[in-house]
């Protein structure tokens, strides 16, 4: 958002946003413009970008060859007394006017406030903006977010031409969501082909690290493990063909990460993950292993949460009905063994409530995206228990309001 400056000669107003992610996660802020850097539970990066505009009685803009300085500030209060940290950064034409800074020496666990301003006028001033950093890892789970459960709101695939972009405003104003996470695609989609490059230059390195971050995890006594990446994990069938731009492409890989969690009996994994444009819960488990039961979930080392998108189109068909795209749902809930909820209509979010006993997550469809509004439902409720590694049964209290559940078709 943009303010006007409160002297007629100044010439930049601000508009602000703030980054928060979790080891392993993408992340996205307040802003539909979103950003990534390093996060820690000391510091956290601070956005801003500074919008020429033309002094009074005058339509020409500011020498745009000319760098502006730019100062923040952040503090436990409101109006920004008392700050923790401050300074000050150039930015330029270059970069848009934008300028990402990151504040340091901060407390763990802590609600903040920041603004920007102009350095040479600093009556001219953004919002001021509020952020969090995150609890230090050797928090006892019990004190992480000063004992509340920590809520996190997921997010993927964001089109810009396809849509409103109101996951986001539902999300700010009708949920207590602590962080938010975007998984990818932030505004616009990238080509498949370039995916698959990076995530083949990066595998060998990105999969190591995952499994030394998971055993790290536990060797320090993490209740839970979420791993926040893009792609859908668990094998997808659809009439014996399999999305290769998923983890269904990378399967000796994804076995070996499964063996890992398996091997070292690593528990509570939750992974998240978006790209697909729907909505997939399921038991992690290997393919096709016959040890694991889907009915009582046994034999699963952990679930899998995959979001649908902001805006993008359907993985089902860009104008399918709501009726059709349940009826595939029930097919491949029926004909997947892991899969334990497929919805592939609604556009939207889902939000994550964790304690340390219990981790709860709330899909949430978007009513319409063809104009802006705040009309959202929640089409379904699941529970993971501490522990147990699977979904607790029944299943979304075998009641969810939109796509299928495997419960709901399969044969007895």
């Not at 980054?19 to 990534?36: E, H």
């Amino acid at each position: 958002m943009h303010i006007r400056p409160s002297k007629p000669d100044a010439l930049f107003s601000f508009s602000v946003a703030s980054v928060i992610t979790l080891p392993l996660y993408s992340f996205a802020s307040s802003d539909p413009q979103t950003l990534q850097g390093d996060p820690f539970d000391t510091s956290v990066l601070l956005w801003t970008r500074a919008e020429a505009i033309s002094p009074a009685g005058s339509n020409a803009l500011p020498d745009q060859s000319v760098p502006v300085c730019v100062s923040y500030k952040i503090s436990t209060s409101s109006d920004l007394s008392g700050e923790v940290d401050s300074g000050s950064a150039f930015t330029s034409y270059d970069v848009d006017w934008t300028l990402k800074v990151e504040a340091t020496g901060l407390k763990p666990d802590t609600k903040y406030f920041y603004g920007f301003a102009d350095c040479t006028n600093p009556t001219t001033t953004s919002p001021i903006g509020t952020t969090r950093t995150l609890a230090s890892p050797n928090t006892p789970a019990q004190e992480v977010n000063g004992g509340k459960p920590l809520s996190i709101a997921v997010f993927s695939c964001s089109q810009f031409q396809a849509g409103w972009f109101n996951a986001y405003g539902y999300a700010a104003h009708n949920t207590t969501a602590d962080i938010f996470i975007h998984l990818g695609d932030y505004v616009r989609e990238i080509s498949h082909s370039v995916c698959e490059v990076e995530k083949e230059n990066v595998d060998l390195v990105a999969r190591q690290g995952l499994s030394d971050t998971l055993s790290e995890s536990k060797k320090r006594e993490a209740v839970w493990r979420v791993v926040g990446q893009q792609i859908v994990f668990t094998q997808l069938s659809f009439n014996g063909t399999f999305d290769v731009d998923a983890w269904d492409g990378y399967r000796a890989n994804r076995a070996r990460i499964l063996d890992h969690l398996y091997q070292n009996e690593i528990s509570n994994t939750v992974i998240l993950s978006g790209d697909s444009h729907a909505n997939w819960v399921s038991d992690l488990a290997h393919p096709n292993d016959t040890s694991y039961d889907p009915v009582t979930g046994e034999g699963a080392i952990g679930v899998e949460f995959a979001g649908t998108a902001v805006t993008s189109s359907s993985a089902f068909g860009s104008n399918i009905s709501p009726t059709d795209a349940d009826l595939i749902s029930s097919f491949l809930v029926e004909t997947n063994t892991e899969l334990q909820w497929s919805e592939g209509f609604f556009r939207g979010f889902f939000l994550l409530s964790i304690d340390s006993e219990t981790l709860n997550a709330t899909f949430y469809g978007m009513e319409n995206i063809t104009f802006a509004n705040l009309d959202a439902f929640p089409t379904a409720q699941f529970v993971v228990k501490n522990g147990q590694n699977r979904l607790s049964r029944p299943v979304a209290d075998d009641n969810v309001k939109a796509g299928a559940l495997k419960s709901s078709v399969m044969k007895v």
